[in-house]
T-cell receptor
């Protein structure tokens, strides 16, 4: 069965600190996709990144970076120089690659990040 | 922003009453999904659709039914609402290219309270 674990329920940091959100996944599929979504206090879900299982290159987008390691089944998310606007719940998710099976997302429980000024 | 709307955005209903939530997209995407969000559980898939009149169950489908008669609309029905169905419901859509999974874009959510 597929499973995503975000062991950190809540994280609190002070502005400008770096913070890493952990994500560990389980799947028997050899081909799969991993995602991160952001849910700010307003409640909408914002897509951040998609990574397929064949691409282990780290991704950087501004202050955001992602580290994908198949050897440890992890897809961690780092925010550099955090800002108050980064305060949100962040979800890691996993989906099978073949949409003929529905492309269903399996979500972790979410990590609530609070960035204090 | 992906063109996804959900209606109603908020609803309070009584136990035992039927409730229908609507998801409407303007993106002409093939795949549509209904999730529920509850504290401590993240989001869990209720039902999904891979085409008009083609639907299948997700992880937490008991007590829910869906219908998709047009590409743009995906309806979620609670035949007889229970307090355990109090939740925030999100609709999502995704496209496809060559059969590979694309990212899902989410609607704004519907907050349902069953009293």
């Amino acid at each position: 069965a597929q499973k995503v674990t975000q062991a950190q329920t809540e994280i609190s940091v002070v502005e400008k600190e770096d913070v890493t959100l952990d994500c560990v996944y389980e799947t028997r599929d050899t081909t799969y996709y991993l995602f991160w979504y952001k849910q700010p206090p307003s409640g909408e879900l914002v897509f951040l990144i998609r990574r397929n299982s064949f691409d282990e290159q780290n991704e950087i987008s501004g202050r955001y970076s992602w580290n994908f390691q198949k050897s440890t089944s992890s897809f961690n998310f780092t925010i550099t120089a955090s800002q108050v606007v980064d305060s949100a719940v962040y979800f890691c998710a996993l989906s099978e690659a073949n949409l003929n099976q529905g492309g269903k997302l399996i979500f972790g429980q979410g990590t609530e990040l609070s960035v204090k000024p | 922003d992906a063109g996804i709307t959900q209606s109603p955005r908020h609803k309070v209903t009584e136990t035992g009453t039927p409730v229908t939530l609507r998801c409407h997209q303007t993106e002409n995407h093939r795949y549509m999904y209904w999730y529920r969000q509850d504290p401590g559980h993240g989001l869990r898939l209720i039902h999904y659709s891979y085409g008009v009149k083609d639907t299948d169950k997700g992880e937490v489908s008991d007590g829910y039914s869906v219908s998709r008669s047009k590409t743009e609309d995906f309806l979620l029905t609670l035949e007889s609402a229970t307090s355990s169905q109090t939740s925030v419901y999100f609709c999502a859509i995704s496209g496809t290219s060559g059969g590979s999974s694309y990212e899902q874009y989410f609607g704004p959510g519907t907050r349902l309270t069953v009293t």
